[in-house]
């Protein structure tokens, strides 16, 4: 859990702290990059919240889901086809389940509190 969050907060120090020029060619890499790694962090914390993380797994799912994507903008351009999308599309709708998820979880540890503390007070 703690890789995830230090890897959030150095990307986004190092972002922030430097004027680094993005070619418009690499717009597309670089969207598939950040919603991959968006959605390697919130699937990491729902792993966390249903006490099942493994930072193994969470470290080579991020670098699959990136070289996945990658590899599918990468022949979507020599293609002619924006194939880019496909990852983007499946990337939004594993990061909103994710974010669905636990939205219900925390919900829920925070309902089974406050009836503790109801029943105890």
């Known amino acids: ?23 418009p060619e690499y717009a597309n890499y670089l969207s598939i990059a950040v919603l991959a790694s968006l959605d390697t962090l919130f699937g990491g914390i729902r792993a966390h919240l249903q006490q099942v993380y493994d930072d193994k797994v969470f470290v080579s799912g ?33 990061l909103f389940q994710n974010i669905a998820v636990i939205r219900r979880i925390i919900l829920t540890k925070w309902a089974e509190k406050k009836e503790l503390r109801e029943t105890q007070g």
């Open 1 to 23: 859990m703690w890789l995830s969050i230090l890897g959030l907060i150095l990307g986004i120090s190092l972002g922030l702290l430097t004027d680094i020029q993005i070619p």
């Open 62 to 94: 991020f670098f699959f889901n990136i070289a996945l994507a990658a590899g599918l903008a990468f022949l979507g351009v020599h293609l002619g086809v924006d194939l880019y999308l496909a990852a983007i599309f499946a990337f939004g709708v594993r």
